[in-house]
């Protein structure tokens, strides 16, 4: 694939190696001529091209016409808008993905025509509301922004779930749904029949909404 | 800024007035004056035997009008002539002293009054002050309204109800040389409507419920007027007293907190923003000063009422109220007589005064709390952990504001100049023979255009004393900070007045 | 009419253009709010803006809300970031279907970033430019692209 990755610094540096490492054509744009050197120096494939990717001038001239993706990875959220809105418009280029510093700007730009947006702030949020809303579940990760929630749950003596099968278990929020069971580091996907003994590790899939209330009705704790 | 006026170096400076503007402007402010003096002619209507005091307001009224309208005309001469920095607080200043000798008029044009009386009427009216030298049981129906008319506009602003009928580009300078700060909305002109929409709405809404307590109509409409503006005028010698009425009482101290409380906290209140409300910072210390001096005042006076306590918080509630509000209403007969603490604390709340942006008067309850929370702020900077980093903040309409050092100066020496009008006029006072505490009394009562009087400007007292006050009574109305800034700018300007 | 029921429009960023818009807005009788990151440039404004101000960034959403966005008529971005008027003007636009947005754009280029949207671009340069070629009456060669 032909990837362009504008602005940055580390981040940029990570991703052009990641992306070299796997063969694609990657376009780094980058206004800091230190870096623009070094990064040059260093991946013979990577095309460098120094001048500020804002410039629509500069990005025409970086003959990124018709790439596939564009990653902007400046430090204002607005640039990187309009360096992804450029690409899409004006060279062509279908998909983009960009970094934003306001955890606000994930849903705004997504909706502005942006595919993917990433904000450390806003991943690290969705964490913690998990983790803090879910003492059992010791891993929460958030899926498709947040919406989705992929959870452990340890099934102690006291649970509800404890002794019961799958298919007895009438707490289980509509949303979510028991994905595999992990007992004495077996894997079982479950299915109706299956019964759920105390020490049991429920991988639990569930929407954000639902996450808490599954929780509750598996391990009986809040 | 000021006082650049004076080095030689900034000589190219063209300090000449925008004398057009200045005048034309003023003109305007004629107008509203001349309307203010022949609005009391509607109580012919109702008192037609009075028609012979008719020519005392038809005569003035109609030439303001016309010099006014005149005047005005000056504005739209060629192309207006820009208004010069500073030259606003010309216009206020000027304005406000030419409105109110033009409104003193009538009164000398009837013949009872002196010069220095008839001015004195005048100022306290514009002011809202509600000292008198007016024989008001005596007085004809026509003057008594005219008084409280005055109360009226002058507790809105002049300036804000010009700018309500005919707005121009140097509005919103105005409107701050008058001391008004915020804005309600975002849009000057329909801001001041607002204003003006609000005041009309308590004061008829005071009107009908003093009729309803069994006040006659004429005089539930003076003292409607008179409470919302926190001007203090009566159609009785003995003010509030004279009903011994307490629905009456009650519906005063309504009109009266309403008044003294900002236009803007008004938008909290008829938005129903009620938490919002009591944390505002100018209504708790309000709640604070009336829970605590009701009490000491009843303690105080309870020897003159003869040990009836209830009575005695009636009157004392009324009254602190009656001072804290500028308001200058009296359920007791004179404050000649009253004891030392007592008068000292009355003086100590005529100087506190009422709330930022509103028809009051006195030093105004934000300073207040902000002097007050400074202290405490200075405590924590002298004690506390240095390494905090903390914010000064100010409860105020719902949003904890930042006190900015430089905002926190200008409130101190705000407060210094104020205290030092109060001890200079206080001792012009003494100097006419009156005790100190009688002196500090009064002078307190003029500057923070309250309205109480310990029996020194009277009708019978000598020029001094009534100038005194009447000088009192435009510095408490007027910003100090604008009267300052328009007499240096007058000073700067008369070297070189006219352009050649 | 006592009351005149007013627009409101909110101008984003208080440089010359901002202030000088907001300020002949004010005085033309709209209810304007001017909101710009730093407090300093309400500067700009005249002594007769009789509008409100705002301190904040006016690309997060949530200052925006505060202003009144929802109830505004009229949003005229003009910081002097390009795109950080593209932003609020999508924003503006897009997300808040504010009747009449107006973004201020340095660079002609990033016009087309907001075509399609009902957002209205002024390019002052390029307005300067037509000034310069009416008032000078030389004839002059298009660029072709």
Redesign the interface.
């Known amino acids: 694939m032909k990837i362009v990755i504008a602005g940055g610094a580390t981040e940029s540096e990570f991703l052009a190696e990641m992306l070299i490492r796997k063969g694609h054509t990657t376009v780094l744009i980058n206004e800091d001529k230190n870096f623009c050197d070094l990064m040059a120096s260093k991946f013979k494939e990577l095309m460098v091209i120094i001048g500020d990717p804002r410039n629509l001038s500069v990005l025409f001239e970086a003959e990124i016409e018709r790439f596939d993706i564009m990653i902007s990875l400046c430090s204002e959220d607005a640039d990187n808008l309009s360096i992804c809105q450029m690409g899409k418009k004006m060279l062509g280029i279908e998909k983009n993905l960009c970094s934003v510093t306001n955890p606000k700007n994930v849903q705004i730009f997504a909706k502005l025509g942006v595919d993917h947006v990433v904000s450390s702030a806003y991943l690290i949020a969705e964490m913690l509301k998990n983790a803090a809303v879910l003492e059992n579940m010791i891993q929460a990760l958030p899926i498709e922004e947040g919406k989705i929630v992929l959870g452990e749950i340890i099934v102690s003596q006291e649970s509800p779930a404890a002794n019961k099968y799958v298919k007895e278990i009438k707490e289980i929020p509509e949303d979510s749904i028991i994905s595999c069971v992990i007992r004495d580091s077996g894997i079982i996907i479950p299915k109706g029949n299956t019964m759920i003994l105390p020490g049991d590790k429920l991988i639990m899939l569930s929407s954000s909404k639902a996450a808490e209330a599954s929780e509750l009705a598996l391990s009986g704790r809040k | 800024m000021l006082c650049p006026e004076e080095s030689d170096n900034l000589n190219y400076i063209d300090r000449t007035f925008s004398l057009k503007t200045i005048l034309g402007i003023i003109g305007k402010l004629w107008m509203l004056a001349g309307f203010v003096i022949l609005l009391p002619l509607f109580t012919l209507f109702f008192f037609p035997e009075e028609f012979n005091m008719a020519n005392c307001f038809i005569v003035p009224g109609v030439m303001t009008i016309l010099i006014g309208y005149l005047t005005s005309l000056l504005l739209s001469q060629n192309r207006r002539e820009r208004l010069k920095k500073n030259d606003e607080a010309v216009i206020v200043f000027l304005g406000w002293l030419s409105v109110i000798f033009a409104g003193s008029l009538p009164f000398v044009l009837s013949g009872d009054y002196s010069l220095s009386q008839s001015v004195f009427e005048a100022a306290s009216g514009f002011s809202t002050t509600g000292l008198s030298v007016v024989n008001v049981d005596n007085a004809p129906k026509i003057f008594l309204m005219y008084r409280s008319i005055m109360l009226f506009f002058g507790g809105i602003g002049l300036i804000l109800v010009v700018t309500s009928i005919l707005p121009d580009?140097?509005?919103?300078?105005l409107?701050?040389a008058e001391g008004h700060t915020d804005?309600m909305?975002?849009?000057?002109?329909?801001?001041v409507?607002?204003v003006i929409?609000i005041y009309v709405g308590y004061a008829t809404a005071g009107t009908v419920l003093y009729y309803l307590c069994g006040m006659g109509f004429f005089d539930s409409l003076n003292h409607s007027m008179s409470a919302i503006s926190t001007g203090g005028f009566s159609t009785k010698s003995a003010s509030i007293g004279y009903y011994d009425n307490p629905k009456i009482e009650l519906v005063t101290e309504i009109l009266m907190i309403l008044g003294a409380t900002g236009f803007l906290v008004h938008l909290l209140l008829l938005k129903g923003k009620f938490r919002v409300l009591f944390k505002h910072c100018e209504i708790m210390l309000t709640i604070l000063l009336i829970s605590l001096c009701t009490p000491v005042c009843a303690f105080l006076m309870l020897e003159e009422f003869s040990g009836n306590l209830s009575f005695a918080v009636r009157q004392s509630l009324f009254q602190v109220i009656s001072a804290l509000t500028t308001t200058g209403f009296q359920t007791v007969s004179s404050f000649e007589n009253t004891s030392p603490p007592l008068m000292f604390m009355f003086t100590l709340l005529m100087l506190i005064g009422g709330g930022t942006g509103s028809t009051a008067g006195g030093i105004k309850q934000f300073r207040i709390w902000i002097m007050m929370k400074q202290i405490w702020w200075n405590i924590q900077l002298k004690f506390g952990d240095r390494h905090i980093v903390r914010i000064n903040k100010i409860e105020r309409m719902g949003v904890r504001e930042i006190i900015s050092p430089e905002y926190l100066n200008e409130v101190n020496v705000f407060v210094v100049i104020y205290l030092l009008i109060f001890l200079l006029g206080s001792f012009v006072l003494m100097l006419c023979g009156h005790s100190i505490g009688d002196s500090m009394f009064e002078f307190a009562s003029a500057l923070g255009t309250v309205g109480f009087s310990a029996g020194l400007a009277s009708s019978s007292a000598p020029q001094v004393v009534l100038w005194t006050s009447t000088i009192g009574m435009i510095l408490g109305r007027l910003e100090i900070f604008v009267i300052l800034m328009a007499a240096i700018r007058i000073k700067s300007g008369i070297k070189k007045p006219f352009r050649r | 009419m006592f009351f005149k029921k007013s627009e409101y429009i909110i101008v984003t960023g208080s440089g010359r253009f901002g202030s000088a818009i907001a300020d002949s807005l004010s005085l033309s009788g709209f209810d304007v709010t001017v909101i710009d990151k730093d407090e300093k440039s309400f500067s700009h404004l005249s002594s007769s803006y009789g509008g409100f101000q705002s301190v904040g960034d006016a690309a997060d959403i949530d200052v925006l809300r505060t202003a009144g966005i929802e109830r505004a008529s009229m949003l005229i971005a003009c910081t002097n970031n390009d795109n950080v008027n593209s932003l609020i003007a999508q924003i503006a636009s897009r997300i808040f279907n504010v009747k009449r947005v107006f973004a201020r754009l340095g660079e002609k280029d990033k016009v087309d970033l907001i075509l399609g949207h009902n957002i209205v671009p002024i390019c002052p340069f390029e307005l300067s430019l037509e000034d310069f070629w009416k008032k000078s009456g030389v004839s002059r060669e298009e660029e072709h692209k």
């Not at chain 2, 580009?169 to 300078?173: E, Q, V």
């Open positions: 580009i140097y509005s919103m300078r409107y701050t804005l909305m975002p849009n000057l002109a329909n801001s409507r607002t929409l």
